[in-house]
């Protein structure tokens, strides 16, 4: 596979959504009380690779339509960019939004980790999950 190339296309200014699924596994309760992803929601095991939605091609009720319990956070494509990731368009045949934050090829584990923990800090919800009781 050819190493991807970051998108120019796209702004950093330009808005990324992220669904966050309801489990304690991709969000945390922070020391105020307030429920937060984890650095989990922005970490790929696999590829290392992110899937996000562009918002000026969706909407926050298309991008939840399948998915009611689960939330929704945005970030702004300079965040991942200021660690050294790439931001890559990948439209699907029924997800035209649907983009992906590349972390740099070389990157360790933990360097994946530490940079999904401070996206996660920066990201800000639109839309909470709903959590079981």
């Known amino acids: ?4 190339v970051d998108d120019k296309s796209i702004s950093d200014d330009e808005r990324l959504w992220r669904r966050i699924v309801p ?21 790929d095991g696999i590829t290392g690779e992110v899937s996000v939605c562009r918002a000026c091609l969706t ?8 998915y009611q319990q ?10 991942p960019r ?3 990731h790439i931001v890559v368009a ?8 649907h983009a992906l934050i590349c972390p740099p090829p070389d990157s360790s584990y933990n360097r ?22």
Do not use: C, H, Y
């Open 90 to 97: 990948d439209p699907q045949e029924e997800d035209l939004s």
């Open 112 to 133: 994946r980790k530490k940079d999904a923990r401070i996206i996660a800090d920066k990201a800000e919800w639109l839309v909470k999950p709903v959590m079981a009781s």
């Open 59 to 66: 909407s926050v009720d298309k991008v939840l339509e399948n």
């Open 70 to 79: 689960q939330g929704l956070v945005e970030i702004n494509a300079k965040l």
């Open 23 to 43: 489990s304690n596994v991709f969000t945390k309760v922070d020391k105020d009380g307030n429920l937060r992803p984890s650095s989990a929601a922005f970490l």
């Open 82 to 84: 200021s660690l050294g």
């Open 1 to 4: 596979m050819q190493p991807r």
